[in-house]
């Protein structure tokens, strides 16, 4: 159509006459793939850019730069911040300069008539290659405005809200005069629907000069943006004709053809008291309107408006101190669990509150089990992370208040859901009273918590397990066991909230009551991802640092980070962890790539001792894959370990509870002063030098022949209650309590060091070779394990060039057996199969192994009897041959003696990795000795596959995180523009 026949109007058509169906005119069809093309639920931002802008010179007017930026861009930038959904832009005058200036992330339609109309278009972005098809929202505006995104969000969520969502949402403005000049008229019946926008110039043509006088003084214009879906603008747009002044396809005329078929048409309206009100109401049709536009930008101080500020801010605070890799990493998290959410129903509200909780796992380089309550060791450790945008080696967690007085717990790993995915919130079992003070008190509380939500879930009790064996009925499998999920998110989920509940005090007492009190409580709904590797890697611990980190943000608690800590450590008790802070300590409050010694005594506030090199240039360490911890380790511990509670070996999870309280027992029977611990007493001489002066050497002599070598726990208790008295004392002086209180507290703390675990059956090898059964506690093994392993631990932290001897005199504490590496075959004979291995497979072909070996059960005893600790000649106990604590296993032994025999005990040594018993464990390489790839290739061919192991991946790798975090977001749907921002960082 020519000018003369625009302005004589001599051809009046419909646009479907002129835009025929299917007449593509897409620039870069392949921009829609990066995105995922058009989704019906995801809107579709179209720009309509493609007029020319007369008094702009050559260059078109909707990349005129504002704010360093060109003009439509800040609209796109907007959309993204809320959508991660395609950009279509309608382009025409010099297309190729828009395009390129707008960017490549964006759609691009060629105008066949850059000067037909805002509905020629519209109706030509249509034609897009599947935008019908899909039906997706699409929002419109004017390549020459800026529409800030709480305006996209709002007139979205008005689009949305009620039983169905509207046919079209659009945005008006009550202008002040004689700004409403120019403008599209909103015309509106006596119920205020719209009806019609009548255009000014269609105005000025109205005979009747009454009437025509009252349109001019409607205050109510339209301000271009709107809403519909494409098949909505499909049907009113395609008979829309050029009958009009202007001889163009007006995109508001079909507001009456909605209007007159009763569709449903929703407003959303600026006024001048609002901070987007002048930004929105900017004509830009004169160079000088750049300027005022310019200054409108400026004196908001950032064009970002509050949710965009506070956006910025949350991603600034995400991404502080972290590698990038890792922050894209939780971009793509939190872009899962959005869909998720969306996916199932899960009920997240778009106008509320959200908290978002992330934690990575951590890696422990040495100090295997000294962070044991009253012996508070160190551990040299690092937090660990992503190290890639597809990785998921951190837990990321949305949390929102719910009002259905239910816990809905939704994981994406379909592995760690359950039949049902919610509990109620008023289990009186989750809501612990003035008598759960302090960590015993809890360990009873929380463990009986979580049995209870286990049990609730369709788990069965060990009590139901051993009464279905006396009866001769089948077991069901261990993942069914509730002695074996006590680390189910479930449980980890509900020990987070229960233990925020002992907070009783003070400002955070009250808040903590106010949300998360009985009778304030209505709920929470949690959907939550995340892939640390499990076993040794503080997964479960992670998922409580999680989910207290945005329950603490959500309410705005402010717990600090040391007491989020103790928190933490304390929820975990209730999960079957008998151990001290460290992990959790590492996790809120490590620095990406450092290594630090760090304390394990909460009254030290979890300082860091030193930050030491890993002298990573030569050694390396691997992490290959054993057998699952809590429910198939037994079958490859030679023994050591039994399936179910029962009389005979303890459980793993009964030696873990055993350990866990040896050193407490200890403090008891020595009567160790409650202001002071036992590392705390050999603290100085270790970080000095890594070595034991004379005097800590007898003095910690002293102490282990104060313990039984071997005691029943009948026994043990009744020498423990000896000293109740004087704890009491103890309590009083140091806690400053009252008797009562002491009393009481004494009373539970004795209790709970015999919960959860009974006397275990262990065998050993006696120096004279034979072997023995022994009934009770080996209490002096497990506590001079503890001694040896600081020991060891510093002196390779000070001599690292003896790093493999070290690394392996540290793993004697966690041997089950003792087996001979020169009696096994050659590395080549491991390699292959071997005539005596035929018709065994599985743990069966490793007690083939261990027999093949000369294994015999581990001496824990060894160089611990009294005269072995004589006071005048106190033994190197980084050299002790004997301890133990209990939480090695055969298949691990023997993979050790296989490593050796094929690569020397000098250049590979092994290690449990963190809590031990199985999972992944550590092997260390002397690169000058030893290739990495060798050894793994040799761990894949002798290891894995003789024993039919397959794990997934086969070896770990791990890489540095930043700590863990909780923020709030005011709004849910404030959560697309966050993950936008999070990306845009990293890029950066």
């Not at 003789?946 to 991946?953: D, I, Q, V």
Request: hydrophobic share 40%; charged share 25%.
């Amino acid at each position: 159509m020519t000018d003369g026949e625009r302005s004589g109007r001599a051809l009046i058509r419909r646009l479907r006459d002129i835009v025929k169906p299917g007449a593509d005119r897409t620039l870069n069809p392949d921009s829609l793939r990066g995105l995922g093309g058009f989704r019906s639920g995801a809107p579709v931002l179209v720009i309509l850019a493609a007029g020319k802008g007369t008094r702009f010179g050559q260059a078109p007017k909707c990349i005129q730069p504002v704010h360093g930026t060109p003009l439509a861009r800040h609209s796109i930038d907007a959309f993204r911040r809320l959508h991660r959904s395609p950009v279509i832009c309608v382009v025409g005058y010099r297309h190729e300069e828009v395009c390129s200036a707008l960017g490549g992330d964006n759609t691009y339609v060629l105008s066949s008539d850059p000067a037909g109309g805002t509905a020629l278009a519209a109706f030509e972005a249509l034609m897009t290659p599947g935008l019908l098809e899909a039906n997706p929202p699409l929002v419109i505006t004017m390549g020459d405005r800026i529409v800030p995104s709480p305006v996209l969000r709002r007139l979205w969520e008005t689009h949305q809200t009620g039983r169905r969502e509207a046919d079209l949402t659009f945005l008006t403005a009550q202008y002040e005069p004689p700004k409403n000049r120019g403008k599209g008229r909103v015309l509106r019946d006596e119920y205020g629907r719209v009806i019609r926008i009548i255009e000014e110039r269609d105005i000025a043509a109205e005979p009747d000069e009454v009437r025509r006088q009252a349109l001019l003084e409607l205050t109510e214009g339209n301000c271009p943006l709107y809403v519909a879906r494409a098949a909505t603008l499909l049907r009113y747009l395609q008979d829309l004709t050029n009958a009009n002044a202007q001889g163009q396809y007006y995109l508001t005329d079909m507001i009456e053809a909605i209007s007159r078929e009763r569709g449903e048409i929703r407003t959303i309206t600026t006024t001048v008291t609002d901070p987007e009100y002048d930004l929105l109401c900017s004509d830009v049709t004169r160079p000088e309107d750049l300027t005022l536009l310019e200054a409108i930008v400026a004196s908001s101080g950032r064009l970002p408006f509050p949710g965009e500020q506070e956006v910025e801010e949350v991603a600034g605070t995400i991404r502080a101190d972290r590698p990038a890799e890792q922050t894209e990493s939780i971009a793509r998290q939190l872009e899962e669990l959005l869909t998720l959410a969306h996916e199932e129903r899960l009920g997240f509200k778009p106008d509320r509150p959200v908290g978002i909780g992330i934690s990575g796992g951590r890696l422990r380089i040495a100090f295997m089990h000294p962070d044991m309550v009253r012996f508070f060791g160190p551990a040299w450790q690092m937090p660990i992370g992503a190290g890639a945008a597809a990785g998921g080696e951190q837990i990321a967690l949305l949390v929102q208040r719910a009002e259905n007085r239910q816990i809905c717990l939704f994981p994406a790993n379909r592995e760690y859901r359950e039949d049902v995915n919610a509990i109620s919130s008023d289990n009186s079992a989750m809501y612990p009273d003035e008598s759960i003070s302090d960590l015993h008190a809890y360990e009873a509380f929380g463990t009986h918590m979580s049995e209870t939500l286990l049990l609730s879930l369709g788990y069965f009790s060990d009590e139901e397990l051993e009464r279905r064996r006396k009866r001769g009925l089948p077991l069901p499998p261990p993942s069914c066991w509730v002695s074996s999920n006590m680390r189910r998110p479930f449980a980890l989920v509900g020990n987070a909230i229960a233990s925020l509940r002992t907070l009783r005090r003070g400002n955070l007492g009250a808040k903590v009551r106010e949300h998360l009190g009985r009778d304030r409580f209505t709920g929470l709904r949690l959907v939550c991802t995340g892939n640390i590797p499990q076993g040794g890697f503080s997964s479960s611990s992670a998922v409580t640092v999680a989910t207290k980190n945005a329950i603490n943000a959500l309410y705005e608690i402010g717990i600090p980070p040391d007491m989020l800590v103790h928190l933490a450590c304390q929820a975990e008790y209730g999960t079957g962890v008998r151990a001290g802070s460290l992990d959790q300590a590492t996790e809120q409050k490590g620095r990406a790539g450092q290594g630090t010694l760090i304390s394990s005594n909460p009254r030290d506030n979890y300082r860091i001792i030193g930050t030491y090199p890993v002298p990573s240039e030569r050694f390396a360490i691997i992490f290959p894959y054993s057998v699952e911890r809590d429910r198939s380790a037994w079958r490859w511990s030679w023994g050591a370990y039994a399936e179910i509670v029962g009389p005979g070996p303890p459980t793993t999870g009964e030696a873990r509870k055993m350990t866990g309280k040896a050193a407490e027992l200890a403090a008891l029977l020595t009567r160790l002063p409650l202001d002071t611990d036992f590392f705390r007493k050999i603290e100085d001489d270790l970080v000095d030098d890594g070595l034991l002066s004379d005097e800590s050497r007898r003095w910690i002599c002293s102490v282990l022949r104060e313990l039984p070598l071997l005691a029943r726990q009948e026994e043990l208790r009744e020498k423990v209650t000896t000293h109740r008295d004087w704890y009491v004392e103890q309590l009083i002086e140091v806690e400053h309590i009252d008797r009562k209180a002491a009393r009481r507290k004494a009373d539970a703390t004795l209790a709970a060091l015999f919960a959860g675990w009974r006397d275990p059956v262990l065998r050993r090898a006696t120096a004279a070779g034979t072997i023995v059964e022994e009934t009770g506690v080996p209490l002096r093994a497990m506590v001079a394990y503890l001694f040896g392993e600081v020991a060891k631990c510093f002196f390779l932290i000070h001599h690292p060039d003896q790093w493999i001897e070290y690394v392996t005199r540290s793993q004697r504490g966690d041997r089950c057996v003792d087996i001979v590496p020169d009696r096994l075959p050659s590395r080549q004979e491991m390699e292959g199969p071997l005539a005596w291995e035929h018709g065994a497979a599985g743990a069966e072909l490793m007690d083939r192994w261990l027999e093949y070996g000369g294994a015999a059960p581990f001496d824990y005893n060894q160089e611990l009897d009294d005269a072995s600790l004589a006071l005048d000649s106190p033994p190197e106990f980084r050299r002790l041959e004997g301890s133990n604590f209990f939480r090695g296993l055969a298949l691990i032994d023997l993979a050790e003696a296989m490593l050796h025999r094929a690569f020397g005990s000098d250049a590979v040594a092994v290690r449990v990795n963190a809590a031990g018993q199985g999972d992944y464990f550590q092997v260390h390489i002397d690169t000058q000795k030893a290739p990495p790839s060798e050894v793994k290739r040799f761990l894949g061919a002798a290891f894995y596959r003789r024993f039919g192991l397959s794990p997934e991946p086969p070896f770990v790798e791990l890489h540095p995180g930043g700590g863990a975090l909780g923020v709030r977001l005011s709004r849910y749907d404030l959560l697309p523009p966050l993950i936008q921002q999070l990306r845009v960082s990293a890029a950066q």
